[in-house]
């Protein structure tokens, strides 16, 4: 049934196995490595046509440049206020929604759970133009308020689904043993179940911020202003009007790439706790 470790093949495989590995992570790091080398490639070199040849300088003015000569800070600064209002809002209401869709069996919770999973199967293309057109009328066009919260909305149904399924897998005893203690049910929640949800919630915070920060579509669709555009959509700012700068785009892209990574990273432990936890069971 389960496919047989590579340890135990046979040595012809498992000399496949080592060549192939490395072979397929360097296919996979090439655009990577090709976006890194072009960030600190001169304008010349696009010029004259070395795209893919060695820089014939490292350009690492090329992220002063983006900081010099284009709002990028600012971009980021939007990233941040649509992103954290977002994580937070998001975490909240599904917290609150998946305790009572696994803790409560009212009539239909099923029901409510499937229309939190049916939305995540709605494809967001669809949603442009309603979406747009609703914002234009309540006047959160170009707004953050807007962008954030379209991102909560969207958002909850994925983390419901996989909140709902992390509090189904506590133990219900504790929650049995807090009621015949006479624990009203807002601080089992807030005193039990919270605690124990925090690998949760650390998994979800890196997703979601990660989601909402790389999120290109709804950046463009919803806000045009400096003001406003989260880094993603801002990048394109540093084209020039008649020729595009992709040593200052590559730039700009691993600049805004670095937030999320780190917090990738500075949440790891987390994480991979968060995920993992129950997989035995």
Known sequence: MFPKPVEKASPAIRIGYQIALPAALILWLLPLIGVAITSVRPASDLASGNYFGVPSYFAFENYVTIFQESPIGQYILNSFKVTIP????????????GFALAVYGFRLNLTVFFIFVAGNFVPFQILMVPVRDLTLQLGLYDTALG????????????CTL???????????????????????????????????MRPAIAALSVLIFTFIWNDYFWATVLAQSDTT?????????????????????????????????????????????????????
């Open 86 to 97: 977002t994580v937070i809002g998001t975490l909240a209401l599904s917290c609150m929604t």
């Open 147 to 158: 962008l954030i919260l379209f991102h909560i909305a969207f958002q909850t149904g994925f």
């Open 162 to 196: 996989f909140m709902r399924n992390f509090i189904k897998a506590l133990p219900y005893e504790l929650i049995e043993a807090a009621r015949v203690e006479g624990v009203t049910e807002i601080k089992i929640f807030w005193h039990i179940v919270l605690p124990l």
């Open 229 to 281: 555009q989260p880094v993603t959509a801002g990048i394109y700012s540093l084209n020039g009007q008649w020729v595009a700068a992709w040593h200052l785009v590559t730039a700009g892209s691993i600049v805004a790439a670095l937030p999320p990574v780190l917090m990738f990273f500075l949440m790891q432990r987390h994480f991979i706790a968060g995920l993992t936890l129950g997989a035995v069971k």
